[in-house]
Nanobody, 115 residues
Framework: QVQLVESGGGLVQAGGSLRLSCAAS????????MGWYRQAPGKQRELVAR???????YYADSVKGRFTISRDNAKNTMYLQMSNLKPEDTAVYYC?????????WGQGTQVTVSS
C-alpha cells in the first residue's frame, strides 16, 4: 500500500516562508517522479513543481524564483520550500507521485497566506 503524507502547511503572512514535506511509504520512492500540485477554491488543480527520479526539476511560471522542490531518497521524502509567499499562493497543496502507469496522491495540506 503506497501512502503519501504531506505536512508543513499553515497560515503565514505575505512575504513569509513555509516548507512542505511529503513522506512516502510502501514503495521504492527513488524511481518515482514526484510533484506538488495545488488547488485553490473554485479553481482547477494545477502543477506547481515537479522533480524527476533523476533530479530534473520543473516549476510553474507563477512560482519560479520563489519555490524550490527537492527530494531526499534516503528519507523517502520530498520537499517544497516556499519563500516570498503571496496571497494568491493560498490553496490546498497535494503531493503526487508517478511511475509509468502508477500514480498516487496525498491527502493535501492547507497553505493560507494573509495579506
Amino acid at each position: 500500500q503506497v501512502q503519501l503524507v504531506e505536512s508543513g502547511g499553515g497560515l503565514v503572512q505575505a512575504g513569509g516562508s513555509l516548507r512542505l514535506s511529503c513522506a512516502a511509504s510502501g514503495t521504492i520512492f527513488s524511481i518515482y517522479a514526484m510533484g506538488w500540485y495545488r488547488q485553490a477554491p473554485g479553481k482547477q488543480r494545477e502543477l506547481v513543481a515537479r522533480v524527476t527520479s533523476g533530479g530534473s526539476t520543473y516549476y510553474a511560471d507563477s512560482v519560479k524564483g520563489r519555490f524550490t522542490i527537492s527530494r531526499d531518497n534516503a528519507k523517502n521524502t520530498m520537499y517544497l520550500q516556499m519563500s516570498n509567499l503571496k496571497p494568491e499562493d493560498t490553496a490546498v497543496y497535494y503531493c503526487h507521485g508517478n511511475f509509468k502507469a502508477e500514480e498516487y496522491w496525498g491527502q493535501g495540506t492547507q497553505v493560507t497566506v494573509s495579506s
